[in-house]
């Protein structure tokens, strides 16, 4: 059976992802350095924050994101170009959704 990824978690699955004890979780979530929702008396926490906590407590500071050079930064920005349909659907819309 395949596993599926879960993108929202309780404290003691988010302890169990993080391999920590779930007041850890509790404790992160109070002083801010774990972003959570809090829906009646139970929290949620995002996947994307843990991933993010993790990113944030790394021992290797001098890691980071990869770079890109110009010439693939310009070939990134032509990629997402509207194409002329496309330009005129998205200007539709933006005159029908302004407002005087």
């Known amino acids: 059976m395949m596993e599926q990824t879960r993108e929202v978690y309780t404290p003691e699955q988010a302890a169990e992802y993080l391999q920590i004890n779930r007041e850890t979780v509790y404790r992160y979530i109070r002083q801010g350095k774990l972003v959570a929702s809090k829906l009646g008396r139970n929290y949620r926490v995002p996947k994307r924050s843990l991933d993010l906590l993790l990113w944030a407590t790394r ?20 990629a997402d170009q509207l194409d002329e349909d496309a330009q005129a659907i998205a200007q539709r819309f933006m005159a029908a959704n302004v407002t005087e």
């Open 59 to 78: 021992t290797r500071k001098d890691i980071s994101l990869r770079e890109y050079t110009g010439l693939e930064i310009d070939e990134f920005i032509a």
